[in-house]
Every structure is written in C-alpha cells, then in structure tokens.
C-alpha cells in the first residue's frame, strides 16, 4: 500500500512565524487532504489537494502530484494553531485514505 | 448542515465484551469510512460503506465488523474486546467514495479495561 511520510515530526515556534510540514508519498495519489486535529481529537479538513495549490486565510497548501509530495504552509502563526497535522492520500478511493503520523506543532505565545 | 455525528463519545469495556458505535454522515453524504487511532499505531483504515455495501477493509481481525443503513446511518461492532483495541474510532463522511473532502466526526474514546 502506499507510504505517508511527514516531517518534520515536531515543530516548536514562536508565535507570529512561518512553518512549512511537508508530505511525501511512495507512489502517485489521487486523492490529497491536510487536516488539523485539536487537543480533543477532532480532526478538522484544511484542504482537498491532489494537485495546484490553494490558499485559506494564513493558510495554504501546494501539491505537486508528479513528484509525490505536498506542503503546508502556516504563515503568521497563532497559539490556537497548535496541534497535530495530518496528511492523508489514496487512490482512487478517497475513502481509504493512509495517513501520515503526522507534525505536531506547538505555538508558544 | 449538521456534521458528522457518533455515539457515544466515551465509553469503557472490560475484556472480553462487545461493542457498537454508531456514525450519522452529513445529511447527503452516502460514504463512510472507519479509522482506529492509536498512539502506538496511528490512523488506521479500518472499513468503508457506500450504499449499504462494504467497498473496502482494513487490515484488522475479524473481530471488527461494521454495516451501513439504507439512510447512510453506519454502525461498526467490536466482539471479544481486547486490551489493544483501546482507542479513538473515528468516522468520516463524503459525498462519493472515488474523491472530495472527508468530514470526521468528534470520534467514540473506547477504553478496554
């Protein structure tokens, strides 16, 4: 099956800054999510990428499905930012998506 | 719309019991999916319903089984509840199963005791 792989693992950061997490994939995707998980557990959908990019609020997300990877981008980071994000893909059934283990991110005020 | 909805949110079982939790999909919404997560394990697959039918399973025992009412409504059911089986279930609504957005719901806290 196919392979998920985020980095960083964790990522510490004032709050204010930019961050970039990044997603790899071991074979072509057709379909491509991000999501944020907050402290209790919910898991919240940012985008539905599997390829271009797309932007929301201090958010945005760039797929680049020929060479397997996408990235997060996390721009003027705030406290409530926190928390764990995951990327997610699969084939043609999106509904069988593998997850990454995703980046924990922790905004410090 | 309301989102996704599962109940109950928390649970406790002892070893050895069985289980059902139970996911609403957003009103429209025809697919559900099925995730464990666990710290050790992560977010794993564990099935998928479209129309009442299984369209996929993940690589979990047999103890593990689920179904989908005609109203899209899912229901999955752990028998012979074991330890390791403690864990956040999670479902996740779309309108199609071949592609779109999954809606997750707040997830069932199961703990085996």
């Known amino acids: 099956g196919i392979q998920v792989e985020q980095s960083p693992p964790d990522l510490i950061l004032q709050e204010g800054a930019n961050s970039t997490l990044r997603c790899n994939f071991s074979?072509?995707?057709?379909?491509l999510q991000w999501f944020h998980q907050n402290p209790w557990g919910q898991l919240i959908n940012l985008f539905y990428?599997?390829?271009g990019t797309k932007q929301n609020g201090r958010l945005s997300a760039t797929t680049v499905a020929t060479e397997r990877y996408s990235l997060l981008y996390i721009s003027s980071s705030q406290t409530t930012d926190s928390g764990v994000y995951f990327c997610?893909?699969?084939?043609?059934?999106?509904?069988?998506?593998?997850f990454g283990d995703g980046t924990t991110l922790t905004v410090k005020p | 719309k309301a989102g996704v909805t599962q109940t109950p949110r928390y649970l406790i079982k002892t070893r050895g019991q069985q289980v059902t939790l139970s996911c609403s999909p957003i009103?429209?919404?025809?697919?559900v999916s099925w995730y464990q997560q666990t710290p050790g394990q992560g977010l794993q697959f564990l099935f998928e319903?479209?129309?009442?039918?299984?369209?996929n399973k993940g690589n979990f025992p047999g103890r593990f089984s689920g179904r989908q009412f005609s109203n899209s409504r899912s229901e999955m059911n752990v028998s012979t509840l074991e330890l390791g089986d403690s864990a956040l279930y999670l479902c996740?609504?779309?309108?199609?199963?071949?592609?779109?957005?999954?809606?997750f719901g707040p997830g069932t806290r199961l703990l085996v005791l």
């Open positions: 996740a609504s779309s309108l199609e199963p071949q592609g779109g957005t999954q809606y």
């Open positions: 074979d072509s995707v057709n379909n």
């Open positions: 990428i599997p390829s």
């Open positions: 997610a893909g699969g084939g043609t059934n999106a509904g069988k998506s593998t």
């Open positions: 009103s429209g919404h025809r697919s």
């Open positions: 319903y479209f129309s009442e039918t299984q369209r």
